[in-house]
């Protein structure tokens, strides 16, 4: 007989939720257990679960309550795995805990996470079923805990460390070592295990009293894996979705919360089997209480995510909001506005001018130009059901020319040998031509009076580096060589073997830098990293741009009243539909923001 839940018993607090008691059992026996209601008042004692959901389709059965009840197959095994052979188990897991049938239940159930994994005694991640590299992962991770530990009884400091610290030399020059390569390599593939891009965990371990790692007969202590994942990072053993997970997780340890907008933005790339979770998955962690935020499983998407631009829009009285990457492939939300961002989006586009360095993820309010004058929104304008947001702005020119849309993930081979050519190379020549450069030596002025090759070396970089004029110009010097090699790697045929094209671009490197160093500065390399999904263009006036995927020939650039950057509009029915935030060289700093100019535009 199947399994029906009996209603929660509320007692008008809401506080009710049930515990899963898992029975004893054999590997090969069946999954057994029992549901008890308590409240969140209640001492007991409790484990959490944290897993992923895995293939809703791919399903199993186990009893419960005497009943069969059919559970997602990634749970089924998880409880398998924490199950005892001879004690009951006491657990919180969503899937078995939670009637997902019933969505007025699911909504209260899920603000009450927060109350769930803080008083349980211990949240137990499941990372999934073990494979061949996984033990060496496990075992490399203890080892660098273990290293972390004596290097900092001995006085040194993870967050700033290096191989060019004796100290550091001393205690992680092993792992340099050949034979460690297959453990560096379990490591990484384990960090990129489906749990760690998935919304949910930053707010179930940030929550967490404390946390564990199971996988098959090995347990990790989260604190841990943080260190050992912290020195992997760090001396360069990569920012990666583990990283923010345990980033989370300080911050709100140390009391440092985020605004709504920034959680949303630093999080966007964690997936979430409901896209309506992408938004319920981190209210925990914010830093103020929203109303839009409080869960309801009966409204649409796209409602939801008007409720929380709206919200946004009304506690910041800015436009920062509108300089989310927008999505420009897969499925479109139907009935969500251009103004309003599509969080189920989890493609990892930077923010212009935010390209993550150092320790600090990039936040979205860190954007340090001023295009708008230094002006905020005076009253935020909704109209048509708060599907349009009017906008107060001056329309200052039109698009003329785009350049190709820098995609990453789909530019030729870029390591040959020891040349490595910067994926950004393969799209500079048609760049260079979109700005209107006839040549290198190119010494014609931009409007702003600087020369036009100085205009689009700083909109490359969108002016995000500190770096001199001069030092820029070595670096953009590296650039064209490598542009040079790129084409060179385009015109190599896919059959030719590997060597063979190995050797043609290293005889080309070797005659294009004499000798000289193809490094690029730091902060000019993380400064081109922003040029992922964006695309240079020119306008009608000779003004050099960076934008987003969308934007065409034809499609006009403004500024407005509480926007720290132009905004690229496209005329539509009943409005204008906004395409992309944008850099604009030499409108940065508010010098084409006029008050008296300012007329109402409708996006929609």
């Not at 969500?336 to 001018?353: A, E, F, H, Q």
């Not at 490598?482 to 084409?487: I, Q, S």
Request: proline share 3%; with cysteine.
């Amino acid at each position: 007989m199947t399994f029906c839940y009996a209603p929660l018993n509320t007692n008008g607090q809401g506080t009710q939720f049930r515990i899963l008691h898992l029975l004893p059992g054999q590997p090969s026996n069946g999954v057994r257990c029992c549901l008890h209601q308590l409240g969140l008042d209640g001492n007991v004692s409790y484990d959490a679960l944290s897993y992923t959901w895995g293939d809703l389709k791919g399903t199993k059965e186990i009893s419960c309550d005497g009943h069969t009840l059919r559970v997602t197959t990634n749970l089924h095994t998880a409880l398998r795995r924490v199950r005892s052979t001879t004690e009951v188990k006491h657990l919180w897991a969503d899937g078995v805990c939670i009637n997902q049938q019933d969505v007025n239940e699911r909504g209260k159930q899920v603000q009450l996470m927060k109350s769930i994994f803080s008083n349980a005694k211990c949240v137990l991640i499941w990372l999934g079923e073990e494979d061949e590299t996984s033990h060496r992962a496990l075992e490399l991770i203890g080892d660098l805990a273990k290293s972390v530990d004596r290097f900092l009884a001995e006085g040194g400091d993870m967050d700033d460390v290096d191989f060019n610290d004796p100290l550091a030399e001393k205690h992680f020059s092993c792992y340099k070592n050949l034979e460690q390569f297959t453990r560096l390599a379990a490591l990484n593939a384990f960090t990129h295990r489906t749990w760690f891009a998935r919304v949910w965990v930053v707010q179930e371990v940030s929550m967490a009293a404390r946390a564990e790692i199971i996988y098959e007969d090995l347990n990790v202590d989260w604190e841990d894996f943080t260190v050992a994942t912290k020195a992997y990072d760090n001396l360069n053993l990569h920012m990666v979705d583990h990283e923010r997970v345990a980033r989370a997780r300080e911050e709100w340890l140390s009391g440092t919360h985020l605004e709504l907008l920034s959680l949303l933005f630093r999080y966007r790339a964690f997936g979430a089997t409901d896209p309506r979770d992408k938004i319920y998955g981190l209210d925990a962690l914010t830093l103020h209480k929203h109303e839009a935020l409080k869960v309801d499983y009966n409204i649409d998407v796209a409602t939801l995510y008007r409720a929380v631009a709206k919200d946004v829009l009304q506690t910041e009285m800015d436009l920062t909001i509108l300089s989310v990457p927008k999505r420009f492939a897969g499925d479109i939300i139907v009935g969500l506005p251009s103004w309003c961002p599509d969080w189920s989006s989890t493609r990892l586009c930077p923010g212009l001018g935010l390209a993550h360095s150092g320790n600090r993820p990039a936040d979205i309010h860190d954007m340090r130009y001023n295009a708008g004058g230094g002006s905020c929104l005076q009253e935020v304008h909704l109209r048509d059901n708060d599907t349009a947001l009017g906008i107060d702005a001056v329309i200052l020119d039109e698009i003329a020319a785009i350049g190709p849309v820098l995609m990453t993930d789909r530019v030729p081979r870029t390591v040959y040998g020891s040349v490595r050519i910067p994926k950004c190379s393969f799209a500079l020549a048609d760049w260079t031509a979109t700005a209107g450069l006839l040549s290198s030596t190119d010494s014609r002025p931009y409007v702003t009076g600087e020369p036009l090759a100085d205009a689009l070396m700083q909109t490359l970089v969108a002016q995000s580096t500190t770096e001199s004029t001069e030092a820029l110009r070595k670096d953009y010097s590296i650039l064209q060589n490598f542009a040079a090699l790129a084409r060179l790697a385009r015109w190599i045929p896919a059959f030719t073997p590997s060597f063979v094209a190995e050797s043609m671009v290293s005889v080309a490197h070797r005659r294009l830098f004499g000798g000289k160093s193809d490094t690029m500065s730091y902060d000019f390399r993380v400064g081109l990293s922003c040029l992922t999904d964006r695309r240079v263009f020119r306008t009608a006036k000779g003004y050099i741009g960076l934008a987003g995927a969308l934007v065409e020939v034809g499609d006009r650039v403004a500024v407005a009243r509480g926007g720290k950057v132009p905004y690229v509009l496209r005329e539509a029915e009943g409005g204008w539909t906004l395409k992309s935030d944008c850099y604009l060289r030499g409108i940065m700093n508010g010098e084409a923001y006029d008050e008296s100019q300012l007329e109402r535009l409708w996006l929609v």
